[in-house]
C-alpha cells in the first residue's frame, strides 16, 4: 500500500523559513517522481515542486524557484520541501504526491495517483 504523509506546516512570518516533510512508503522510488502541490480555497490545486525518484533531477514552479527546494533522503524514505524567504501568497494547504514518471514537467493533479493528506502552511504577520 501507497502511503504518504505530510508535516512541518504552521504559522511563520513573511520572510521565514519552514521545512515539509513527507515521509514514504509502500513502492520504490527509482519508478516514481515526487512533488509538492499547493492549493488555496477558490484556486486549481497547483504544481509546487517535482523530483525524479531515480536520477533526483528537479522541477519548479516560477513563483518559488530560487526560493524553494526539493529534496529526498532515501534512507529516511522522506521527501522535504526547503521554502525560504516565504510570502504571504505561499499561504496554501500543502500536499506531498507520487506520480508513476517523471513528466518533464510540472504535472497536473489528475497526473498524480498517489496523495498526501496535506499540511497547512500559513505566512503572515
Known amino acids: 500500500e501507497v502511503r504518504l504523509e505530510e508535516s512541518g506546516g504552521g504559522l511563520v512570518q513573511p520572510g521565514g523559513s519552514l521545512r515539509l516533510s513527507c515521509v514514504v512508503a509502500?513502492?520504490?522510488?527509482?519508478?516514481?517522481?515526487l512533488g509538492w502541490f499547493r492549493h488555496t480555497p477558490g484556486k486549481e490545486r497547483e504544481g509546487v515542486a517535482l523530483?525524479?525518484?531515480?536520477?533526483?533531477?528537479?522541477l519548479y514552479a516560477n513563483s518559488v524557484r530560487g526560493r524553494f527546494t526539493v529534496s529526498l533522503d532515501h534512507a529516511k524514505n522522506t521527501l522535504y520541501l526547503q521554502m525560504n524567504n516565504l510570502k504571504s501568497e505561499d499561504t496554501a494547504m500543502y500536499y506531498c504526491?507520487?506520480?508513476?514518471?517523471?513528466?518533464?514537467?510540472?504535472?497536473?493533479?489528475?497526473?498524480?495517483?498517489?496523495w498526501g493528506q496535506g499540511t497547512q502552511v500559513t505566512v503572515s504577520s
Open positions: 509502500g513502492f520504490t522510488f527509482d519508478n516514481y517522481a
Open positions: 523530483l525524479n525518484g531515480r536520477y533526483g533531477n528537479t
Open positions: 504526491a507520487a506520480a508513476n514518471r517523471f513528466f518533464g514537467y510540472l504535472p497536473g493533479p489528475n497526473q498524480c495517483p498517489y
